[in-house]
Protein backbone atom coordinates (compact mmCIF):
# COMPACT_ATOMS: atom_id res chain seq x y z
CA UNK A 1 0.00 0.00 0.00
CA UNK A 2 1.28 3.47 -0.86
CA UNK A 3 1.53 6.11 1.45
CA UNK A 4 -1.22 8.91 1.62
CA UNK A 5 -2.52 11.83 3.91
CA UNK A 6 -5.58 11.83 5.70
CA UNK A 7 -8.57 13.90 6.75
CA UNK A 8 -11.69 13.95 8.60
CA UNK A 9 -14.27 15.72 6.60
CA UNK A 10 -16.40 18.48 8.84
CA UNK A 11 -19.50 18.41 6.05
CA UNK A 12 -20.62 16.98 2.81
CA UNK A 13 -20.16 20.08 0.95
CA UNK A 14 -16.35 20.06 2.74
CA UNK A 15 -15.76 16.71 1.52
CA UNK A 16 -16.79 17.46 -2.06
CA UNK A 17 -14.25 20.59 -2.10
CA UNK A 18 -11.58 18.53 -0.42
CA UNK A 19 -11.59 15.81 -3.01
CA UNK A 20 -11.61 18.63 -5.85
CA UNK A 21 -8.63 20.66 -4.11
CA UNK A 22 -6.78 17.66 -4.48
CA UNK A 23 -5.99 15.29 -7.50
CA UNK A 24 -6.05 11.66 -7.07
CA UNK A 25 -8.49 11.82 -3.11
CA UNK A 26 -10.72 9.21 -2.59
CA UNK A 27 -13.38 9.49 0.01
CA UNK A 28 -13.35 6.60 2.36
CA UNK A 29 -16.34 5.23 4.54
CA UNK A 30 -16.53 1.30 5.30
CA UNK A 31 -13.64 0.77 2.97
CA UNK A 32 -14.82 -2.82 2.13
CA UNK A 33 -13.72 -2.69 -1.41
CA UNK A 34 -11.28 0.42 -1.64
CA UNK A 35 -8.88 -0.91 1.08
CA UNK A 36 -8.54 -4.22 -0.32
CA UNK A 37 -7.92 -2.36 -3.98
CA UNK A 38 -5.25 -0.33 -2.30
CA UNK A 39 -3.49 -3.17 -1.31
CA UNK A 40 -3.29 -4.64 -4.46
CA UNK A 41 -2.27 -0.93 -5.61
CA UNK A 42 -5.04 -1.07 -8.42
CA UNK A 43 -6.17 2.13 -6.17
CA UNK A 44 -3.92 4.48 -5.24
CA UNK A 45 -5.16 7.70 -3.72
CA UNK A 46 -2.77 10.40 -2.85
CA UNK A 47 -5.29 11.65 -0.12
CA UNK A 48 -8.14 9.88 1.58
CA UNK A 49 -10.97 11.78 3.09
CA UNK A 50 -12.91 10.48 5.73
CA UNK A 51 -16.68 10.62 5.13
CA UNK A 52 -17.76 8.74 8.22
CA UNK A 53 -18.84 11.56 10.81
CA UNK A 54 -20.93 13.99 8.34
CA UNK A 55 -24.47 12.93 9.78
CA UNK A 56 -25.74 11.54 6.22
CA UNK A 57 -26.60 7.94 7.63
CA UNK A 58 -29.98 8.36 8.38
CA UNK A 59 -33.33 6.84 6.87
CA UNK A 60 -36.60 9.60 6.48
CA UNK A 61 -39.74 9.58 4.49
CA UNK A 62 -40.27 12.23 1.87
CA UNK A 63 -42.81 14.71 1.47
CA UNK A 64 -44.11 12.92 -1.45
CA UNK A 65 -44.45 9.74 0.19
CA UNK A 66 -40.99 7.90 -0.33
CA UNK A 67 -38.16 7.33 1.09
CA UNK A 68 -34.49 9.35 1.53
CA UNK A 69 -31.63 6.74 2.57
CA UNK A 70 -28.59 8.38 3.75
CA UNK A 71 -25.31 7.71 1.96
CA UNK A 72 -23.59 6.36 4.80
CA UNK A 73 -26.80 3.93 6.13
CA UNK A 74 -25.40 0.71 6.44
CA UNK A 75 -26.04 -2.06 4.32
CA UNK A 76 -27.18 -3.98 7.67
CA UNK A 77 -29.40 -1.18 8.65
CA UNK A 78 -31.40 -0.72 5.54
CA UNK A 79 -31.93 -4.18 4.73
CA UNK A 80 -33.14 -4.13 8.51
CA UNK A 81 -35.40 -1.01 8.39
CA UNK A 82 -39.40 -1.76 8.82
CA UNK A 83 -40.24 0.81 6.17
CA UNK A 84 -37.75 -0.78 3.97
CA UNK A 85 -39.34 -4.38 4.35
CA UNK A 86 -42.63 -3.59 4.29
CA UNK A 87 -42.59 -0.81 1.42
CA UNK A 88 -39.20 -2.32 -0.44
CA UNK A 89 -38.75 -5.17 -0.10
CA UNK A 90 -36.99 -6.22 -3.31
CA UNK A 91 -34.17 -3.50 -1.86
CA UNK A 92 -34.05 -5.77 1.76
CA UNK A 93 -33.61 -9.03 -0.33
CA UNK A 94 -31.07 -8.02 -2.38
CA UNK A 95 -28.86 -6.48 0.38
CA UNK A 96 -29.31 -9.66 2.27
CA UNK A 97 -27.52 -11.18 -0.52
CA UNK A 98 -24.78 -9.49 -0.99
CA UNK A 99 -21.91 -10.56 0.64
CA UNK A 100 -21.26 -11.58 4.50
CA UNK A 101 -22.97 -10.33 7.73
CA UNK A 102 -19.78 -8.78 8.68
CA UNK A 103 -19.07 -6.64 5.26
CA UNK A 104 -23.00 -5.59 5.53
CA UNK A 105 -22.06 -3.83 8.83
CA UNK A 106 -19.33 -1.93 7.37
CA UNK A 107 -20.78 -1.38 3.68
CA UNK A 108 -22.29 2.22 3.12
CA UNK A 109 -25.60 2.99 0.74
CA UNK A 110 -22.93 4.67 -1.48
CA UNK A 111 -20.21 2.62 -1.71
CA UNK A 112 -21.96 -0.34 -2.42
CA UNK A 113 -23.05 1.80 -5.76
CA UNK A 114 -19.68 2.92 -6.05
CA UNK A 115 -18.27 -0.62 -5.91
CA UNK A 116 -16.01 -1.48 -8.82
CA UNK A 117 -16.03 -4.76 -10.73
CA UNK A 118 -14.53 -7.82 -9.63
CA UNK A 119 -13.68 -8.97 -12.96
CA UNK A 120 -10.31 -11.14 -12.32
CA UNK A 121 -8.36 -9.30 -15.11
CA UNK A 122 -9.03 -6.06 -13.35
CA UNK A 123 -7.98 -7.58 -10.15
CA UNK A 124 -4.24 -9.11 -12.01
CA UNK A 125 -2.21 -6.14 -12.36
CA UNK A 126 -0.05 -8.30 -14.74
CA UNK A 127 -3.24 -8.32 -17.19
CA UNK A 128 -4.36 -5.28 -19.65
CA UNK A 129 -7.29 -3.83 -18.11
CA UNK A 130 -8.97 -0.60 -19.68
CA UNK A 131 -10.76 0.10 -16.51
CA UNK A 132 -7.15 0.52 -14.41
CA UNK A 133 -5.26 1.69 -17.28
CA UNK A 134 -6.96 3.15 -20.05
CA UNK A 135 -5.64 2.16 -23.55
CA UNK A 136 -3.60 -0.91 -22.72
CA UNK A 137 -6.25 -3.05 -23.68
CA UNK A 138 -8.58 -5.66 -22.00
CA UNK A 139 -7.18 -9.26 -21.51
CA UNK A 140 -11.04 -10.66 -20.93
CA UNK A 141 -11.50 -10.55 -24.38
CA UNK A 142 -10.32 -13.86 -25.40
CA UNK A 143 -9.62 -14.92 -21.77
CA UNK A 144 -11.89 -16.84 -19.15
CA UNK A 145 -15.14 -15.07 -19.56
CA UNK A 146 -17.50 -17.74 -17.60
CA UNK A 147 -18.55 -15.10 -14.95
CA UNK A 148 -18.25 -11.83 -17.56
CA UNK A 149 -20.80 -9.41 -19.25
CA UNK A 150 -22.75 -10.64 -22.24
CA UNK A 151 -24.92 -7.23 -22.51
CA UNK A 152 -24.00 -4.09 -22.83
CA UNK A 153 -20.30 -4.50 -23.12
CA UNK A 154 -17.39 -3.23 -25.81
CA UNK A 155 -14.52 -4.08 -27.51
CA UNK A 156 -13.21 -2.19 -24.58
CA UNK A 157 -14.20 -3.86 -21.98
CA UNK A 158 -16.51 -7.12 -20.38
CA UNK A 159 -16.61 -6.59 -17.01
CA UNK A 160 -19.76 -6.51 -15.37
CA UNK A 161 -21.35 -4.51 -12.11
CA UNK A 162 -21.03 -6.45 -8.89
CA UNK A 163 -23.73 -4.86 -6.85
CA UNK A 164 -26.75 -6.72 -5.56
CA UNK A 165 -27.85 -3.37 -4.28
CA UNK A 166 -27.88 -1.79 -7.41
CA UNK A 167 -30.13 -4.28 -8.96
CA UNK A 168 -33.40 -3.38 -6.83
CA UNK A 169 -32.56 0.67 -6.52
CA UNK A 170 -32.33 0.36 -10.67
CA UNK A 171 -35.95 -1.78 -10.87
CA UNK A 172 -37.25 0.73 -7.86
CA UNK A 173 -36.54 3.48 -9.96
CA UNK A 174 -34.26 5.73 -7.30
CA UNK A 175 -32.39 8.59 -7.87
CA UNK A 176 -29.03 9.80 -6.07
CA UNK A 177 -28.46 12.95 -4.75
CA UNK A 178 -25.05 14.89 -4.74
CA UNK A 179 -23.43 17.94 -3.32
CA UNK A 180 -20.72 19.53 -6.00
CA UNK A 181 -17.67 21.15 -4.38
CA UNK A 182 -19.07 24.48 -5.35
CA UNK A 183 -22.26 23.37 -2.40
CA UNK A 184 -24.67 22.92 -5.36
CA UNK A 185 -26.57 20.39 -5.39
CA UNK A 186 -27.45 17.75 -7.76
CA UNK A 187 -30.49 14.72 -8.48
CA UNK A 188 -29.51 11.96 -10.83
CA UNK A 189 -31.95 9.14 -12.22
CA UNK A 190 -30.19 5.75 -11.41
CA UNK A 191 -30.81 4.92 -14.82
CA UNK A 192 -28.16 7.67 -15.77
CA UNK A 193 -25.69 6.83 -12.97
CA UNK A 194 -23.92 3.84 -14.02
CA UNK A 195 -22.35 4.06 -17.41
CA UNK A 196 -21.77 1.59 -19.91
CA UNK A 197 -17.59 0.99 -21.15
CA UNK A 198 -17.73 2.35 -24.69
CA UNK A 199 -14.47 3.42 -25.32
CA UNK A 200 -14.08 4.50 -21.98
CA UNK A 201 -14.98 1.68 -19.32
CA UNK A 202 -12.74 3.62 -16.61
CA UNK A 203 -15.49 6.38 -16.55
CA UNK A 204 -17.94 4.01 -14.47
CA UNK A 205 -20.85 6.10 -13.14
CA UNK A 206 -22.12 9.81 -13.88
CA UNK A 207 -19.82 11.94 -10.88
CA UNK A 208 -18.18 14.80 -12.16
CA UNK A 209 -14.56 15.73 -9.74
CA UNK A 210 -15.27 15.63 -6.42
CA UNK A 211 -18.73 15.25 -6.46
CA UNK A 212 -19.95 13.41 -3.35
CA UNK A 213 -23.37 11.31 -2.89
CA UNK A 214 -25.34 12.31 0.17
CA UNK A 215 -28.55 10.07 -0.24
CA UNK A 216 -30.41 8.12 -2.24
CA UNK A 217 -34.17 8.86 -2.69
CA UNK A 218 -36.92 6.37 -3.76
CA UNK A 219 -40.24 6.95 -4.87
CA UNK A 220 -43.29 6.71 -3.35
CA UNK A 221 -43.92 2.72 -3.22
CA UNK A 222 -45.32 0.49 -5.93
CA UNK A 223 -46.83 -2.31 -4.20
CA UNK A 224 -47.11 -6.07 -6.01
CA UNK A 225 -44.79 -8.76 -5.17
CA UNK A 226 -41.04 -8.05 -4.84
CA UNK A 227 -38.50 -10.48 -5.26
CA UNK A 228 -34.55 -11.04 -5.44
CA UNK A 229 -33.15 -14.03 -6.80
CA UNK A 230 -29.33 -14.65 -7.16
CA UNK A 231 -27.80 -17.62 -8.92
CA UNK A 232 -24.00 -17.94 -7.93
CA UNK A 233 -21.21 -20.57 -7.39
CA UNK A 234 -21.81 -21.11 -3.73
CA UNK A 235 -24.64 -20.34 -1.25
CA UNK A 236 -23.26 -17.68 0.21
CA UNK A 237 -20.19 -14.72 0.17
CA UNK A 238 -20.31 -14.92 -3.92
CA UNK A 239 -20.87 -12.56 -6.61
CA UNK A 240 -23.53 -13.34 -8.75
CA UNK A 241 -23.32 -15.30 -11.68
CA UNK A 242 -26.56 -13.61 -12.53
CA UNK A 243 -29.40 -12.44 -10.29
CA UNK A 244 -33.14 -11.68 -11.18
CA UNK A 245 -35.07 -8.36 -9.22
CA UNK A 246 -38.78 -8.22 -10.51
CA UNK A 247 -41.27 -6.25 -9.37
CA UNK A 248 -44.83 -8.13 -10.72
CA UNK A 249 -48.65 -6.48 -10.10
CA UNK A 250 -51.80 -8.47 -9.75
CA UNK A 251 -52.47 -7.65 -13.53
CA UNK A 252 -49.01 -9.33 -14.80
CA UNK A 253 -47.33 -5.93 -15.50
CA UNK A 254 -44.24 -4.72 -13.68
CA UNK A 255 -40.61 -4.18 -13.83
CA UNK A 256 -37.56 -6.40 -13.96
CA UNK A 257 -33.78 -5.68 -13.32
CA UNK A 258 -30.57 -7.84 -13.74
CA UNK A 259 -27.20 -8.07 -12.25
CA UNK A 260 -24.08 -10.47 -13.23
CA UNK A 261 -24.68 -9.68 -17.12
CA UNK A 262 -23.88 -6.25 -17.95
CA UNK A 263 -21.28 -3.31 -17.15
CA UNK A 264 -24.47 -1.56 -14.94
CA UNK A 265 -27.74 -3.17 -13.22
CA UNK A 266 -29.47 -4.23 -16.59
CA UNK A 267 -33.56 -3.21 -17.05
CA UNK A 268 -35.00 -2.92 -20.67
CA UNK A 269 -38.21 -1.27 -21.01
CA UNK A 270 -39.48 -2.89 -23.74
CA UNK A 271 -38.68 -6.24 -21.53
CA UNK A 272 -40.77 -4.81 -18.92
CA UNK A 273 -43.73 -4.40 -21.01
CA UNK A 274 -42.96 -7.96 -21.97
CA UNK A 275 -43.96 -9.46 -18.26
CA UNK A 276 -47.78 -10.33 -18.69
CA UNK A 277 -46.10 -12.59 -21.98
CA UNK A 278 -43.92 -14.95 -19.59
CA UNK A 279 -40.25 -14.84 -18.95
CA UNK A 280 -39.20 -16.42 -22.54
CA UNK A 281 -40.52 -12.87 -23.89
CA UNK A 282 -38.86 -10.80 -21.50
CA UNK A 283 -35.60 -12.40 -22.02
CA UNK A 284 -35.76 -11.75 -25.78
CA UNK A 285 -36.01 -7.96 -25.07
CA UNK A 286 -33.81 -7.84 -22.33
CA UNK A 287 -30.34 -9.67 -24.62
CA UNK A 288 -31.65 -8.35 -28.15
CA UNK A 289 -28.27 -7.10 -28.25
CA UNK A 290 -26.47 -9.52 -26.36
CA UNK A 291 -22.70 -10.17 -27.19
CA UNK A 292 -22.36 -13.75 -24.87
CA UNK A 293 -19.12 -15.49 -25.39
CA UNK A 294 -18.38 -18.74 -26.15
CA UNK A 295 -18.15 -19.28 -22.20
CA UNK A 296 -20.91 -17.24 -21.02
CA UNK A 297 -23.84 -17.69 -23.33
CA UNK A 298 -25.44 -20.06 -20.51
CA UNK A 299 -26.12 -16.12 -18.74
CA UNK A 300 -29.12 -16.08 -21.33
CA UNK A 301 -30.86 -18.96 -21.06
CA UNK A 302 -30.03 -19.05 -17.29
CA UNK A 303 -31.90 -15.93 -16.32
CA UNK A 304 -34.90 -16.74 -18.35
CA UNK A 305 -35.04 -19.68 -16.28
CA UNK A 306 -34.69 -17.88 -13.34
CA UNK A 307 -36.75 -15.38 -14.14
CA UNK A 308 -39.78 -17.84 -15.07
CA UNK A 309 -39.42 -19.27 -11.29
CA UNK A 310 -39.32 -15.84 -9.90
CA UNK A 311 -42.60 -14.87 -11.95
CA UNK A 312 -44.15 -18.28 -10.73
CA UNK A 313 -43.21 -17.50 -6.97
CA UNK A 314 -44.77 -13.75 -7.89
CA UNK A 315 -48.26 -14.97 -8.81
CA UNK A 316 -48.81 -17.73 -6.46
Not at 129 to 157: E, F, H, M, W, Y
Not at 224 to 245: E, T, W
Not at 278 to 288: E, K, M, N, P, T
Amino acid sequence: MKAFTYERATSPAAAAAAAAATPGAKFIAGGTNLLDLMKLQIETPVHLIDVNRLGVDEITATPEGGLRIGALVRNTDLAANDRVRRDYALLSRALLAGASGQLRNKATTAGNLLQRTRCPYFYDTNQACNKRQPGSGCSAIGGVTRQLGVVGTSDACIATHPSDMAIAMRALDAVVDTVKPDGSQRRIPIVDFHKLPGNTPHIENALEAGEFITSVTLPQPVGGVQVYRKVRDRASYAFALISVGAIVQRDGSGRVAVGGVAPKPWRVDAADAQLPQGAQAVAAQLFANARPTQDNTFKLKLVERTLQSVLTEARV
